[in-house]
């Protein structure tokens, strides 16, 4: 793949896969809101002989993600790989979240991701070729505890990618839709839950960038989650609803006061 632009590229996966793909010879455009994030990686990529370019955005401003893809069509010659895979997490009970809270992870997760892939889909069509990624997450498969805004962002992501694939895929355009579990990053880091079969950054790039060289409809990973996740979404709803009250973060904190509780009986 020539030529790639690459959204969220400042940290996280999106940086492992500029990364990679620029070792393997693509040129990358480099797209986030952080500049200074952005120039050190080109530089990084361009002392490795690689070839990298700075991309100031905001997918929340579609108007902006618009005319930047328009701008690097022009630049590059023609983008080949389109990837959208800024995101941002929120975790809070839904009791006690507000819209003004939610809206950004909406905003960043579904419709900047699908602004991204729609500004990049003309283009394509009227080459005739290219793939368009959309890193969406295994919490798209059902309603997470806690996590109401980011999988209903990723349900929305994934479901959009799927209709792309079916209309697409005649006109010569491969579309991805990567589902990655839990990866060590910024963003997971202020998690204060359990994260099992956490991959780092760079496995998770390899992953992704390896479904993606497929051409594969969905590459979700790692393994054992994605086979937990996939018994999820066939789950009956009263045996999910037990299983993820016993998982959430409101379940185990009632539990610990529970047994404090019951410690400071015992020491009575």
Same mark, same amino acid.
């Given at each position: ?41 080109a530089d ?7 070839r990298a ?8 401003? /579609? ?82 505890? /806690? ?15 799927? /209709? ?23 963003? /997971? ?15 998770a790039a ?63």
């Amino acid at each position: 793949m020539g030529e790639a632009l690459i959204t969220g590229a400042s940290s996280g996966i999106g940086r492992a896969m500029a990364q990679q793909l620029a070792a393997g010879g693509t040129r990358v455009v480099l797209a986030a809101r952080r500049e200074a994030e952005l120039a050190a990686l080109a530089d990084e990529i361009a002392r490795a002989g690689g070839r990298a370019d700075v991309c100031v955005l905001d997918v929340s401003d /579609t108007a902006a993600i618009k005319a930047a893809v328009e701008r690097w069509e022009k630049e590059t010659g023609g983008l080949d790989l389109v990837i959208a895979n800024a995101g941002v997490g929120l975790t809070k009970p839904a009791h006690k979240l507000t819209w003004d809270e939610m809206a950004p992870t909406v905003e960043v997760c579904a419709i900047g991701a699908m602004a991204t892939l729609m500004a990049a889909m003309p283009p394509m069509l009227a080459r005739g070729r290219g793939t368009l990624v959309g890193v969406s997450s295994l919490a798209a498969g059902r309603g997470l505890p /806690t996590s109401g805004a980011y999988s209903a962002a990723k349900a929305a992501l994934s479901t959009f990618l799927e /209709t792309l694939r079916l209309d697409l895929s005649p006109k010569g355009i491969k579309v991805v839709d990567v589902r990655p579990g839990f990866v060590d990053t910024p963003m /997971t880091r202020q998690n204060r839950f359990w994260m099992p079969f956490m991959m780092s950054v760079d496995e998770a790039a390899r992953a992704a960038l390896r479904g993606i060289g497929k051409g594969r409809a969905v590459v979700a990973f790692p393994f054992p989650m994605r086979l937990v996740m996939s018994a999820a979404e066939i789950m009956p709803d009263g045996l999910y609803r037990w299983l993820a009250g016993i998982g959430s973060p409101a379940r185990k904190k009632k539990k610990k006061k529970a047994q404090a509780s019951s410690s400071s009986d015992a020491k009575a």
